[in-house]
Nanobody
Framework: QLQLVESGGGLVQAGGSLRLSCAAS????????MGWFRQAPGKEREFVAA????????YYADSEKGRFTASRDNAKNTVYLQMNSLKPEDTAVYYC????????????????WGQGTQVTVST
């Protein structure tokens, strides 16, 4: 099993930046593909980004391409999501997730989830 704890959320004005972190424990971190998802009020949880076990490959939802960057530091058991040029529509609870299979955009592929961190982007 894998325990995940997100941090770094907060309030930022449109156009600003935040970096989210996800600290992992409980298993060999490098064995997991990792993902970021978000859930806005009244909406389903949606895919944001994914990163392969080594960090060599990343994947993004269309709405985030060019603005968000996922990375990982396996020595620190940490995944990051750098968010730039934030928009009000990015407001959501952001979740880190672990997948012991390959990289995936699907929620069902992920077995382990953090508690989420709130990101609020004001106009």
């Amino acid at each position: 099993q894998l325990q995940l704890v997100e941090s770094g959320g907060g309030l930022v004005q449109a156009g600003g930046s935040l970096r989210l972190s996800c600290a992992a424990s409980g298993r060999t971190f490098s064995s997991y593909s990792m993902g970021w998802f978000r859930q806005a009020p009244g909406k389903e949880r949606e895919f944001v980004a994914a990163i392969s076990r080594s960090g060599g490959s990343t994947y993004y939802a269309d709405s985030e391409k060019g603005r968000f960057t996922a990375s990982r530091d396996n020595a620190k058991n940490t995944v990051y999501l750098q968010m730039n040029s934030l928009k009000p529509e990015d407001t959501a609870v952001y979740y880190c997730a672990g997948n012991d299979g390959g990289s995936s955009t699907r929620r069902s592929s992920y077995d382990y989830w953090g508690q989420g961190t709130q990101v609020t982007v004001s106009t």
